[in-house]
């Protein structure tokens, strides 16, 4: 096909789907619909969305066949490139998330749906996956009176075990802190219920 213009190329490639099997052109249609929706999308989205992605796969330290096929679907989809799956590498969680905010709010719910899809492809979803899963849907897709925000952090010189939560506050609010005190029976019972464990002593 050397030489020849992208109308070509395509035309060459429906008559061969059309000799060959006939349903490939519908698979074909869909590839190409669903690549000019976004056509338009800029490099620190794919980026954020291939970082997202490689986040979910690598959370249960379980690499599954079935997540790579997905993996590779979702590149197609959203024609992810290599240049954005180094740009991505260099992303952290919540710089990524944040990048996303700032899509259209359908994309949004695409995409937690696209990532819901992903962490179920091997038919399992992990704690760590889930935690993310809740995560994403807090801030991109749950319309939520409250300001919902995910921080990165590098843990190699902190020492937190998995069960662990982690309560910040910027500043003493005591109308957090009421509630808090007031239904805290409450609170440790449903973060038990998650799976946490927490030191009441």
């Known amino acids: 096909m050397c030489g020849t213009d992208n109308k070509t190329t395509h035309a060459f490639f429906l008559c061969l789907c059309i000799k060959s099997d006939p349903s490939l052109l519908i698979d074909y249609y869909l590839l190409c619909k669903h690549r000019a929706k976004y056509i338009d999308m800029k490099q620190s989205e794919r980026a954020s969305i291939f970082r997202i992605v490689t986040d979910l796969i690598k959370a249960d330290a379980i690499i599954d066949t079935r997540e790579i096929e997905k993996l590779d679907s979702i590149r197609e989809r959203f024609a992810i490139k290599k240049e954005d799956e180094v740009l991505g590498s260099s992303y952290t969680f919540a710089n990524a998330i944040r990048t996303l905010l700032d899509v259209p709010k ?96």
């Open 106 to 201: 359908s994309l949004q719910h695409e995409l937690t749906a696209t990532f819901n899809e992903l962490a179920m492809s091997d038919n399992f979803c992990a704690r760590e996956e889930a935690l993310m899963l809740v995560a994403l849907r807090l801030c991109m897709s749950l319309n939520l009176n409250m300001e919902c925000k995910v921080v990165s952090m590098d843990t190699s010189s902190v020492n937190l075990d998995p069960t662990q939560i982690l309560y910040v506050e910027s500043d003493f609010d005591n109308d957090v802190n009421w509630e808090i005190n007031e239904r805290f029976r409450e609170i440790v019972a449903e973060v038990r219920l998650a799976g946490f464990d927490l030191d009441l002593n």
